[in-house]
Nanobody, 123 residues
Framework: QVQLVESGGRLVQAGDSLRLSCVAS????????TGWFRQAPGKEREFVAG????????EYADSVKGRFSISRDNAKNTVYLQMSGLKPEDTAVYYC????????????????WGHGTQVTVSS
């Protein structure tokens, strides 16, 4: 079992940058995929970015390509989501999650979730 804790969310202005962290404890990432998802009020949860722990292979949602970057620190068991050029539509609760196997953008296929961190972007 993997426990995940997100942090770094806060209120920022449009155009600002922010880095979210997802720290894992318990079973290490190993061959996991770690994904970042977000859910805005009244909207469905959506995939933001994912990274394959061993290879570092990444994927991004079209809405964040060129603005967000996912990375990992093996020694710290931490995955980061660096966000730049933030827009009001990026406002959401951001969650990290892990799964075995291939990269997926469907949250239902992820096994473990954190409790989320709120990102609010004001215009």
């Amino acid at each position: 079992q993997v426990q995940l804790v997100e942090s770094g969310g806060r209120l920022v202005q449009a155009g600002d940058s922010l880095r979210l962290s997802c720290v894992a404890s318990g079973r290490t990432f190993g061959s996991y995929v770690t994904g970042w998802f977000r859910q805005a009020p009244g909207k469905e949860r959506e995939f933001v970015a994912g990274i394959r722990w061993n290879s570092g292979t990444t994927e991004y949602a079209d809405s964040v390509k060129g603005r967000f970057s996912i990375s990992r620190d093996n020694a710290k068991n931490t995955v980061y989501l660096q966000m730049s050029g933030l827009k009001p539509e990026d406002t959401a609760v951001y969650y990290c999650a892990v799964r075995y196997g291939a990269m997926r953008d469907n949250g239902a296929q992820y096994d473990n979730w954190g409790h989320g961190t709120q990102v609010t972007v004001s215009s």
